[in-house]
């Protein structure tokens, strides 16, 4: 049964912590995205990674950081520098925009909460 | 610069009439455009997709036009349905990078 998986599907942080927000996929795509939603707004690129260990800032990176020491992994962490953390973060991936089609495929979320 | 955006914020529709979604985009070489439905704390899910040379792509229910002489996409739903209702976002890709830059999305209301 292959997907993506986000974990976990709420979190609640104090102001002031560092958190990191889990993502895997099973699907063998190369590449793999963090995106933010905020309320009634669309989708804003975090950061990215088109193959394991290395990735690129995306339109909102400041107050985030991101690994991909592995193919099927991509872990953000919302540090405290991050002025409004709280929103909806979603991960992606896809394959490389080398066939027809690169739908990136969405896991289902996790909410962020700063207290 | 590049945007994608919507013509609409809210939709509502009757149950069982048909729907159209409009999107505009302003980058004259993306040549991949998708639809994705976004249900309510849900992550965004493909709906169908269309290469620039194409102007019309037919699914289960839903149909993408592309317009590239007004750089216009719409997504027409088929006898809408109480499942229907969600947050529809257009994206387009038109570049190597695989960056895909989404619409802000129109909510669909399904009216009883």
């Known amino acids: 049964d292959g997907g993506i998986t986000q974990s976990p599907k709420y979190l609640f942080r104090k102001e002031g912590q560092n958190v990191t927000l889990s993502c895997e996929q099973n699907?063998?795509?190369?590449?793999m995205y963090w995106y933010r939603q905020d309320p009634g707004q669309g989708l804003r690129l975090i950061y990215y990674?088109?193959?394991?260990?290395?990735?690129q800032k995306g339109d909102i990176a400041e107050g985030y950081s991101v690994s991909r020491e592995k193919k099927e992994s991509f872990p953000l962490t919302v540090t405290s520098a991050q002025k409004n953390p709280t929103a909806f973060y979603l991960c992606?991936?896809?394959?490389?925009?080398?066939?027809?089609?690169?739908?990136?495929?969405f896991g289902p979320g996790t909410r962020l909460t700063v207290l | 610069g590049e945007s994608v955006g919507l013509h609409l914020p809210t939709l509502s529709v009757q149950e069982g009439d048909n729907s159209i979604i409009n999107c505009a985009y302003s980058?004259?070489?993306?040549?991949?455009f998708i639809w994705y439905k976004q249900e309510s704390g849900k992550g965004p899910q493909f709906i169908i997709d269309?290469?620039?040379?194409?102007d019309k792509r037919q699914g289960q229910r839903v149909t993408v036009l592309l317009n590239k002489t007004v750089k216009h996409l719409s997504l027409q739903i088929a006898a809408t349905q109480p499942g229907d209702s969600a947050v529809y976002f257009c994206?387009?890709?038109?570049?190597?990078?695989?960056?895909?830059?989404f619409g802000k999305g129109t909510r669909l209301h399904i009216l009883p």
């Open positions: 980058n004259s070489a993306s040549d991949y």
């Open positions: 699907l063998n795509h190369d590449a």
């Open positions: 992606a991936s896809s394959f490389p925009p080398s066939g027809s089609r690169n739908e990136q495929f």
């Open positions: 994206a387009e890709n038109g570049r190597r990078d695989d960056k895909i830059i």
């Open positions: 269309i290469r620039s040379n194409m």
């Open positions: 990674s088109q193959i394991v260990n290395d990735f």
